[in-house]
Nanobody, 119 residues
Framework: QVQLVESGGGLVQAGGSLRLSCAAS????????MAWYRQVPGKQRELVAT???????NYPDSVQGRFTISRDNAKKTVYLQMNSLKPEDTGVYLC?????????????WGQGTQVTVSS
């Protein structure tokens, strides 16, 4: 039974901060690449941060310098620290776990947590 459970979303004013958490269960976790996406209705889902199994991180220009992804393999948890939030950061934030193997792929998603940034 694989589950990714997000928490930490909420309402915050522009310029504020939030820290999202995604707790995984039912997977070995450490071999997985983890990522955060955000979704706005009617718009294409946007990748906002990735962290590989070795800890390598990547961010798009839209969040570079403001967001930080991290992972705690012992807790099977990935985090997204969001600072200097802007109204355009509003959306449903989704946790993703991905593992590509020679014979098959694993791809799991959380339920999403709402982040709303007011001006």
């Amino acid at each position: 039974q694989v589950q990714l459970v997000e928490s930490g979303g909420g309402l915050v004013q522009a310029g504020g901060s939030l820290r999202l958490s995604c707790a995984a269960s039912g997977i070995s976790f450490s071999p997985y690449a983890m990522a955060w996406y955000r979704q706005v209705p009617g718009k294409q889902r946007e990748l906002v941060a990735t962290i590989a199994s070795d800890g390598t991180t990547n961010y798009p220009d839209s969040v570079q310098g403001r967001f930080t992804i991290s992972r705690d393999n012992a807790k099977k948890t990935v985090y997204l620290q969001m600072n200097s939030l802007k109204p355009e950061d509003t959306g449903v934030y989704l946790c993703n776990a991905h593992r590509r193997m020679s014979s098959w792929n694993y791809d799991y998603w959380g339920q999403g947590t709402q982040v709303t940034v007011s001006s």
